[in-house]
């Protein structure tokens, strides 16, 4: 007889982005965010971020979505003739009805959403917030709970409204604080008893793993301003978390890391130490902070590195002792090899690059299938810190065929996510309290690095293409009814197969 491994309780589901499938970005009184004037790319042409220069012309700048920069005394803008995916999204915003009722009929106990900050405050720093967007989101919980579905929220997931970007500088600026802990708090007294479960930033480590792109060529500046960024975040987290529990006990308030595992490309010396070195930097420093409540002995060094003073107070520091995480998140798509040799053949994808492992696969968009890593991760990172884990977002981006009878055949999708469900269950045997994972998406949206529709991660398939065309309508994959049956059996099936 199988052992069963997933404990009771355990909580299935699947997650998306307020930017990346609500679409409806200037109705009811929603103020504009990044992506709202992100164009759509591929995965070998940029996006790009649009704006109105200081002399009224418009232009564009290549970008990451949410990391993108424009020229000094322009405006972001949204410009005609070019075409920006995320203002209709997948239109959760007038289907989450239908969507809900999809996600309940694969058996969902959690679903994983995010609030769109400037649905709530349309400018970040408003004075009373849009009842509009607090009653959108209290009735999207109450269909949830109609079904018996938790909500896991994310408070922030690359969308700090574009006001405060340009008013303010962003997340450089410590007055962000204070408005994102005041959006925090209308939230979690406006939602008490519909939401447990909050995370407070998505992916916060991305900040600095982006830096790696530029390579050597990133000026000290960029770092400063990055380590600067983290730690008014950190500071903002801590504070939300605090008052999240005095607010209601219950509340479980959790981080939510970018997942990626490092491998030494050889056993020479200098690999395993600078292999070590990109688990500190880019995985260790920002857990370290939000889970153990101080930074770790090795910031110094970073921060002496690359020439960084940070405006750090006592308080802040009160702060982030005081406002301790209570359970560790993380995204988990890929592994990444790490060397200090040249020559080698290059991959890279989700604020990752590396080179290229010879005993793994690729995906079309160059992220290694590494099921064995996500074991690794979870048992290394539950290790470290000895708090519940949930792997929030995990999934295959890639090309779905509809049949002549609508159908969708996604064996490739099905494989996938039974490999990394046997990974967790084989980290759960080894002692890893996991307790929740939400596959990413759950249903079709369009990707944050691309920009693209056909490079879908859903269960449930949206008809809409690369230039928005389509009729919205959604169809249920081949692996829709796979997860439905991995759910009623708690995973035993994925582990059987």
Not at 42 to 53: A, C, E, H, N, Q
Not at 355 to 366: E, F, I, R, V
Request: proline share 4%; charged share 25%; aromatic share 16%.
């Amino acid at each position: 007889m199988t052992r069963t491994t997933f404990p009771k309780g355990f909580l299935w589901g699947g997650a998306i982005a307020a930017n990346q499938a609500e679409g409806a970005y200037n109705v009811d009184g929603r103020g504009l965010v990044q992506t709202d004037v992100t164009t759509g790319g591929s995965v070998d042409t940029p996006r790009y971020t649009t704006f109105i220069d200081k002399d009224g012309k418009p232009g564009k700048v290549a970008s990451m979505g949410h990391m993108g920069h424009i020229p000094e005394g322009a405006k972001f803008a949204v410009l005609e003739d070019y075409y920006y995916p995320n203002h209709d999204g997948v239109d959760f915003y007038h289907r989450y009805k239908e969507d809900i009722k999809l996600f309940a009929e694969m058996g969902y106990s959690v679903f994983r959403l995010s609030i769109s900050w400037a649905r709530i405050f349309p400018n970040g720093d408003d004075a009373e917030p849009n009842q509009a967007g607090l009653d959108f989101y209290r009735s999207v919980f109450e269909e949830c709970r109609k079904y018996g579905i938790e909500p896991l929220v994310s408070i922030w997931h690359f969308d700090t409204p574009l006001s405060l970007e340009e008013r303010y500088g962003g997340w450089t600026n410590r007055k962000l604080i204070d408005f994102y802990v005041r959006y925090a708090e209308t939230i979690f007294k406006e939602y008490k008893g519909l939401v447990k479960y909050w995370l407070t930033f998505n992916e916060i480590n991305g900040t600095i793993m982006f830096m790696e792109f530029g390579g050597d060529n990133v000026p000290d500046k960029a770092y400063q301003d990055a380590y600067q960024h983290l730690h008014y975040q950190f500071v903002a987290s801590a504070r939300a978390v605090k008052l999240a529990h005095e607010i209601d006990p219950d509340y479980k308030v959790g981080n939510m890391i970018c997942g990626i595992t490092y491998y030494p490309a050889t056993c020479d010396p200098a690999d395993i130490l600078l292999n070590e070195h990109k688990w500190q930097q880019n995985i260790y420093y920002c857990g370290d902070v939000q889970a153990k409540g101080k930074y770790p002995t090795f910031a110094k060094r970073l921060w002496k590195e690359r020439n960084v003073e940070l405006d750090i107070t006592e308080q802040d520091l009160i702060d982030l002792r005081e406002g301790k995480v209570d359970m560790y998140t993380f995204s988990y798509y890929m592994t990444n090899n790490v060397t200090t040799h040249t020559g080698e053949d290059l991959v890279g994808g989700n604020f990752s690059h590396g080179t290229k492992n010879p005993y793994l696969t690729y995906s079309d968009w160059g992220w290694a299938h590494d099921p064995s890593g996500l074991q690794y991760y979870l048992e290394k990172m539950y290790d470290r810190y000895e708090i519940p884990m949930m792997v929030v977002e995990n999934g295959l981006g890639a090309f779905d065929t509809v049949e002549e009878d609508g159908s969708i055949h996604d064996d490739y999708r099905i494989d996938y996510h039974r490999a990394h469900i046997k990974a967790m269950g084989a980290a759960i045997e080894n002692g890893v309290d996991l307790i929740a994972y939400t596959t990413w998406g759950c249903i079709d949206l369009v990707s944050a690095g691309t920009g693209e529709m056909r490079k879908r991660y859903g269960f449930i398939y949206v008809d809409k293409d690369d230039a928005g065309n389509g009729t919205f309508d959604r169809t249920p994959k081949d692996s829709f009814y796979w997860y439905k049956d991995v759910i009623a059996s708690n995973g035993q099936k994925a582990l059987e197969e």
